[in-house]
């Protein structure tokens, strides 16, 4: 099946810093990735959908100067963690539809991130 | 908006056993498909089954299969011959052709020894 790398997995940084996530797509062009974040034992929330060269879109809720996302090319969006803080800590999963087969998403590794 | 419901958090069944887990989901839309993921402690979404609505026959994968009751909008999931590793959480989702995924709550599904 498809593949879609996410990273860093795990990372862990200061109050008013920023961090960026990457999730590429491996073999296949996405013309659509969607980033999640999922609390401990709970489902996936959605955060945006980024479509390739245009701004994302975001849910209701969701800070967009907060959690910055990029869809520059076909294989690569990255969501960035402007000025986090402790609550931010979360773990973030991205997903991409295949150009050729959009109606299977498929899902990174997840990051683990933690504000201290 | 679709809704995906998940009505059992938890559940667990012996090693070797069956087990099903329920899903209902709510749509006005008449072309969608439906989705099974596993999450296990790795956190990683694994695609377990899919099932397109305008089939009627159900899903299987190995030892998993669908009971997709398209009139009633439900969409079960039964895992035959549980193993340990079946252990993980299980979430139904929801897509209506190359948009989003809307999951359910998900089910936390333990196969005990």
């Known amino acids: 099946g498809a593949v879609v790398s996410q990273h860093p997995s795990r990372v862990i940084c200061k109050s008013g810093t920023s961090v960026k996530i990457e999730c590429r797509s491996l073999?296949?062009?996405?013309?659509?990735m969607f980033w999640y974040r999922q609390f401990p034992k709970q489902s996936l929330m959605l955060m945006a959908t980024s479509n390739e060269g245009s701004k994302a879109t975001y849910e209701q809720g969701v800070e967009k100067d907060k959690f910055l996302i990029n869809h520059a090319s076909l294989t690569l969006s990255t969501l960035t963690v402007t000025s986090a803080h402790p609550e931010d800590s979360s773990f973030y999963i991205c997903?991409?539809?295949?150009?050729?087969?959009?109606?299977?998403?498929?899902f990174g590794q997840g990051t683990r991130l933690t504000v201290v | 908006a679709q809704t995906v419901t998940q009505s059992q958090p938890e559940m667990s069944v012996q090693e070797a056993e069956t087990v099903t887990l329920s899903c209902t989901y709510d749509?006005?839309?008449?072309?969608?498909?439906l989705f099974w993921y596993k999450q296990p402690p790795s956190r990683q979404m694994i695609l377990v089954i899919r099932q397109e609505a305008y089939k009627q026959q159900n899903a299987t994968e190995n030892r998993f299969s669908v009971n997709f009751q398209k009139a009633a909008k439900s969409f079960s999931l039964k895992i035959s011959d549980s193993q340990l590793g079946d252990t993980a959480m299980y979430f139904c989702?929801?897509?209506?052709?190359?948009?989003?995924?809307?999951f359910g709550g998900g089910t936390r599904l333990m196969v005990k020894p």
């Open positions: 749509t006005s839309e008449s072309n969608y498909y």
């Open positions: 997903s991409a539809l295949d150009r050729g087969w959009n109606t299977e998403a498929f």
């Open positions: 073999d296949f062009q996405a013309t659509t």
């Open positions: 989702a929801f897509n209506n052709a190359g948009n989003m995924l809307t």
